[in-house]
T-cell receptor, first 116, second 115 residues
Framework: GNSVTQMEGPVTLSEEAFLTINCTYT??????LFWYVQYPGEGLQLLLK?????DKGSNKGFEATYRKETTSFHLEKGSVQVSDSAVYFC???????????????FGQGTILTVHP | GAVVSQHPSRVICKSGTSVKIECRSL??????MFWYRQFPKQSLMLMAT?????????EQGVEKDKFLINHASLTLSTLTVTSAHPEDSSFYIC???????????FGQGTRLTVV
């Protein structure tokens, strides 16, 4: 079956530091890959996504590249801010498009705390 | 983005009672909704997929008689935890699928505590 593995947290950084959160996956076929973010007291929000190999998803300064050869989708940001403190989830769906966008397999989540 | 409202955000109930959790899409029609469960320090696990007007599809290992799902309209799905026991205590999250097929939108979650 499908699975997603994220680097263990929590991650604590100073403002303006570089962020990497590793994510690797196991899936059959050609999954779509996602990063969701959950701010304190809020629901999950889609941060970025990529639907095929070598696609790069980006949003709010965050980036992740779909690497089929290494089955990875690592999240990066060049300079984090205090407001980026949240829980980040890597996820996959079985195929691009359709209802599969909603049927997700999640990683365990990584708590990020950014200090001023 | 679209808004999904989940209610209640927290509920405490006695063992043996039933609890209903609502998931509403406020500004779009959701033909499909999903229910997830999250244990402490663990990931979200898909419990079931509900389609408007039809029976829910449950993931392997999820008791459909314990977790009743009703998706009676395009904007509302409910999850009822029947005869709740302390082991049902968890964080339940719903998501609603945008009919245009762009992404799923998540509710804020419900913290259920069974005492």
């Amino acid at each position: 079956g499908n699975s997603v593995t994220q680097m263990e947290g929590p991650v604590t950084l100073s403002e303006e530091a570089f962020l990497t959160i590793n994510c690797t996956y196991t899936a059959t076929g050609y999954p779509s890959l996602f990063w969701y973010v959950q701010y304190p007291g809020e629901g999950l929000q889609l941060l970025l996504k990529a639907t095929k190999a070598d696609d790069k998803g980006s949003n709010k300064g965050f980036e992740a590249t779909y690497r089929k050869e290494t089955t990875s989708f690592h999240l990066e940001k060049g300079s984090v801010q205090v407001s980026d403190s949240a829980v980040y989830f890597c996820a996959l769906s079985d195929s691009a498009g359709g209802t599969s966008y909603g049927k997700l397999t999640f990683g365990q989540g990584t708590i990020l705390t950014v200090h001023p | 983005g679209a808004v999904v409202s989940q209610h209640p955000s927290r509920v405490i109930c006695k063992s043996g009672t039933s609890v209903k959790i609502e998931c509403r899409s406020l500004d779009f029609q959701a033909t499909t909704m999903f229910w997830y469960r999250q244990f402490p320090k663990q990931s979200l696990m898909l419990m079931a997929t509900s389609n408007e007007g039809s029976k829910a599809t449950y993931e392997q290992g999820v008791e459909k008689d314990k977790f009743l799902i009703n998706h009676a309209s395009l904007t509302l799905s409910t999850l009822t935890v029947t005869s709740a026991h302390p082991e049902d205590s968890s964080f339940y999250i719903c998501s609603a699928y945008d009919w245009m097929g762009t992404e799923a939108f998540f509710g804020q979650g419900t913290r259920l505590t069974v005492v």
